[in-house]
């Protein structure tokens, strides 16, 4: 017995041997993690200073745009953007939401978008006012002035209980009528193929919130239907006194249908240069040059 077990003894590895094969084993393997720390930290950085640098040049671009109503000076507009996205799929690098109008409902939403082109910029804007306003671009030669949008068309949200007197309880309320909308888009990714169709996402959490009691407005909110992240449709849904009211505008070229409790609700035509849509302006603008010495 004592001699079997001193053989077994002696084959199995010792403390100092196994400490040794152990080190062999682990050692490596944490500096291929650390390294792959190291690396996705840098990444990371890297994405941040990126993410940093194209968020200033959209800015940049954002302080050459003055919306003017018919009646009054330039609008101030609220000073960061109210939505940021990227949409690799359909070549969206950045973009971004800036809103006109610091109380009331906004007169226009405008969005600012890199594509894989690094030397401009896509500029949408959609005019949410009640008359149409004037979009000025800087001094920039060859940007004219022009003259967008009109009544923003609101139809009476139906089988709906009426705005509740208090304003936290029609908040609660502007999301629940939201989920009761559905919408998708005809869309071709590639500009050759046939026509898909895509679900698009409601945005649950509103992109800005107001109040305008002057003219009507208990509470109102803009939601967002998405293409993933990219937005395809800005929903206005407002509570009056009685009812509730709804519309939409376009913030992408696609055709889009919006159904409300199953039913149609709103029809969207695809845009295109012979099919105006009276509240949407599409423009490219150079991009603007970083101060590098900053």
Same mark, same amino acid.
């Given at each position: 017995?004592?001699?079997?077990?001193?053989?077994?003894n002696h084959r199995l590895p010792t403390r100092s041997c196994t400490r040794l094969v152990i080190s062999k084993i682990i050692c490596p393997l944490v500096v291929v993690l650390l390294a792959g720390l190291s690396s996705a930290q840098e990444v990371d950085e890297t994405a941040d200073t990126d993410r940093k640098a194209s968020l200033a040049m959209m800015r940049m671009a954002a302080d050459e745009l003055s919306v003017l109503p018919p009646d009054r000076d330039e609008v101030q507009r609220i000073e960061s953007p109210i939505y940021r996205y990227h949409d690799p799929a359909r070549k969206f690098v950045d973009g971004?939401?800036?809103?006109?109008?610091?109380?009331?409902?906004? !007169?226009?939403?405008?969005?600012?978008? *890199?594509?894989?082109?690094?030397?401009?910029?896509?500029?949408?804007?959609?005019?949410?006012?009640?008359?149409?306003?004037?979009?000025?671009?800087?001094? %920039?030669?060859?940007?004219?002035?022009?003259?967008?949008?009109?009544?923003?068309?609101?139809?009476?949200?139906?089988?709906?209980?009426?705005?509740?007197?208090?304003?936290?309880?029609? *908040?609660?309320?502007?999301?629940?009528?939201?989920?009761?909308?559905?919408?998708?888009?005809?869309?071709?990714?590639?500009?050759?193929?046939?026509?898909?169709?895509?679900?698009? %996402?409601?945005?649950?959490?509103?992109?800005?919130?107001?109040?305008?009691?002057? @003219?009507?407005?208990?509470?109102?909110?803009?939601?967002?239907?998405?293409?993933?992240? @990219?937005?395809?449709?800005?929903?206005? !849904?407002?509570?009056?006194? @009685?009812?509730?009211?709804?519309?939409?505008?376009?913030?992408?070229?696609?055709?889009?249908?919006?159904?409300?409790?199953?039913?149609?609700?709103?029809?969207?035509?695809?845009?295109?240069?012979? @099919? %105006?849509?009276?509240?949407?302006?599409?423009?490219?603008?150079?991009?603007?040059? !970083?101060?590098?010495?900053?």
């Open positions: 017995m004592s001699a079997k077990w001193d053989s077994i971004s939401i800036w809103c006109w109008g610091q109380a009331g409902r906004p !007169l226009a939403l405008i969005t600012i978008a *890199r594509d894989q082109r690094p030397d401009r910029l896509m500029v949408e804007t959609l005019a949410l006012a009640d008359s149409p306003i004037r979009l000025r671009v800087g001094t %920039r030669v060859g940007y004219p002035e022009q003259a967008i949008g009109e009544l923003l068309p609101m139809k009476v949200v139906p089988e709906v209980e009426p705005p509740d007197p208090t304003a936290q309880r029609r *908040r609660s309320q502007l999301k629940l009528i939201a989920r009761r909308f559905k919408a998708v888009e005809m869309w071709d990714n590639d500009g050759e193929t046939e026509l898909q169709r895509y679900e698009l %996402r409601l945005l649950t959490k509103p992109i800005h919130q107001y109040s305008d009691p002057q @003219n009507g407005i208990l509470s109102g909110a803009i939601f967002l239907f998405n293409y993933g992240s @990219n937005p395809e449709l800005a929903m206005v !849904l407002e509570a009056h006194q @009685n009812d509730w009211k709804c519309g939409f505008g376009r913030m992408g070229w696609a055709q889009a249908k919006v159904t409300y409790n199953g039913q149609p609700f709103f029809d969207q035509q695809a845009f295109s240069f012979r @099919n %105006r849509d009276p509240q949407y302006l599409m423009m490219m603008i150079p991009t603007p040059k !970083l101060d590098s010495t900053k």
